[in-house]
């Protein structure tokens, strides 16, 4: 998904950062429209003209008592969000995709949480009062996680769209549990996780109180945690603020890399201190090794242990537990000896993501807009063909139980349209006996 952010300071115009996908490409057909002047995007540069229209779009309005949260262009719509009083952040994507404005509206959430983890609310406010290029310099440390963020392809997480942490799903927990409350109490912590790559195997009560966004930013700062080689480090300990429980305080983020892509992680004051936190996961994770090194390569990357098999005609699927705030996907549900390239996931990721997003927006309109009866219907499902220029190349098919529990699939198109219902039906059922 193309997407490019202006964060800009709105009493000078200056930009303090700015990040773009590589999709965002010029036509030099049309040079009048705002993506055209999106030049070079693989070097973020936008001209100060571009930058200067949208800050003053956006104070002109405010004058007026107006809070402009976004304007849309024949090509281009853009998203404003207010972080203070004279910062602002501007998210620009392309119509073409029409994505539903509460999913840019949380990614907005995720570049503010962001932010506010690694650098500070308070800190930030307060700089860019006084040294708005120490603020700059700042900013541009994280550019990397805002990268991830905006092309979230690096990851093919969906917890960014569900809003929903990414999970696993076919196995038992109990032995990760039993681990994570051992080095709980131990330490007198009660924020911790265990994570496979930026999937949650589990996590403390502690953990899961925190926002949707701070854990979805967590998990990613654990994942991506070097990102300067491919060396993935053994141990990291990081400064965050967390918002929810204290944005005036500063946290530690401890992460251990058991093995594999297999991490144990707390949130911490200034105990314990790393060797302690080393010893204590090593005491309780190491007569288990055999188990998490089981996990690793059955649950890595597809996500499903392998005692869930899916129909063979299942190219792709997304579940989600709204009861339970989990959502588990796979771009590879049927495992074979030789991973599927980079190029297919991402294009059945695309499909997929593409598909939800429909789903969600079809979701909110509603149903029969001109009926006097209070309308609380709601589509539990719907079959959609996808198509690349009108050559049929998926079908899929959305399905919901009980409110909570929904499912999205991705068939190919070989299957007959008769047999789409069924096998969704026995999906949803087999993954909720799981998650």
Known sequence: MAYCLVFVNTNNGHPLLVRSTNILERNEHTPEIILNLLERPSDNQIPLALIGILTSSYTFSTK????????????????????????LMCLLEPTEYDVPNECTQYKLVLLRTLFNMIIGYEYIDKISQTNPQKL??????????????????????????????????????????????????????????????????????????????????LTLLIALNDYSNDILPTVRDMPVYLDSIDRSHNYRLLSIRVLGQVYVSILCSATPKMSEFESTVDRYCHSQTEHIQNLNSLLYPRSFHDNIIFDHNIQALVYVNRQTHFCVSTLEPTKTSTPLSRTIKKHRYGLLKQFYMEIVRIDKEQILPLSNINNETKMNEMYMLNDDDGQIEHKCYFLREQDYFELYILFDINIPTIALRGIAKKTLTMLRKNL
Do not use: P
């Open 64 to 87: 007026f008592g107006i809070t402009l949260r976004s304007c849309r262009t024949d090509d281009c719509t853009i998203h404003f969000h207010q972080y203070n009083d004279h910062l």
């Open 136 to 217: 700059e310099n700042d900013l541009n440390l994280v550019k990397y996680f805002v990268d991830t963020i905006l092309n979230d392809e690096r990851t093919f997480s969906f917890g960014d769209l569900t809003q929903c942490a990414d999970t696993l799903c076919g196995f038992d927990r109990s032995i990760m549990y039993s681990c994570l409350k051992q080095i709980s109490d131990n330490l007198q912590c009660e924020h911790v996780s265990i994570t496979l790559s930026n999937r949650i195997i589990a996590s403390s009560t502690g953990w899961s109180r925190l926002t949707q966004a701070e854990q979805y930013i």
